[in-house]
C-alpha cells in the first residue's frame, strides 16, 4: 500500500524557518516525481513545489520561490521542503503528494503556523 507520512510541522515566527519530510513506502520512490500541497483556512489545495525522479528539475509556486526548497533523497525513500523567510500567508497543512498511473495519493499532512 502507497504511505506518505509528512512531519516536521510546528508553529514558527515570521521570518522564521521550518523543514518538512515526507517519508514514502509501498511503491518504487524513484521511479515517480513528488510533490508539495498546502491548504490554507478556507483556501483550496494548491502546489507549492515539485520535483523530478532525480531531483534534477524542480518547479515552485511563484509565492514560495527563493524562499522554498524541495529536495529528495531516493536511498531513505523521503522528500524535503526548506521553508525559510516564512510569511504569515504560508500557514497552512502541508501535504506530500505522488501521482501513480491513474491514482493520486496523498500525506495525513502536517501544520506549519506562522505567526508572532
Known amino acids: 500500500q502507497v504511505q506518505l507520512v509528512e512531519s516536521g510541522g510546528g508553529l514558527v515566527q515570521p521570518g522564521g524557518s521550518l523543514r518538512l519530510s515526507c517519508a514514502a513506502s509501498?511503491?518504487?520512490?524513484?521511479?515517480?516525481?513528488m510533490r508539495w500541497y498546502r491548504q490554507g483556512p478556507g483556501k483550496e489545495r494548491d502546489l507549492v513545489a515539485a520535483?523530478?525522479?532525480?531531483?534534477?528539475?524542480?518547479n515552485y509556486a511563484d509565492s514560495v520561490k527563493g524562499r522554498f526548497t524541495i529536495s529528495r533523497d531516493n536511498v531513505k525513500n523521503t522528500v524535503y521542503l526548506q521553508m525559510n523567510s516564512l510569511k504569515p500567508e504560508d500557514t497552512a497543512v502541508y501535504y506530500c503528494n505522488v501521482r501513480i498511473y491513474a491514482s493520486s495519493y496523498w500525506g495525513q499532512g502536517t501544520q506549519v503556523t506562522v505567526s508572532s
Open positions: 520535483i523530478s525522479t532525480g531531483g534534477t528539475i524542480r
Open positions: 509501498g511503491f518504487t520512490f524513484s521511479a515517480y516525481g
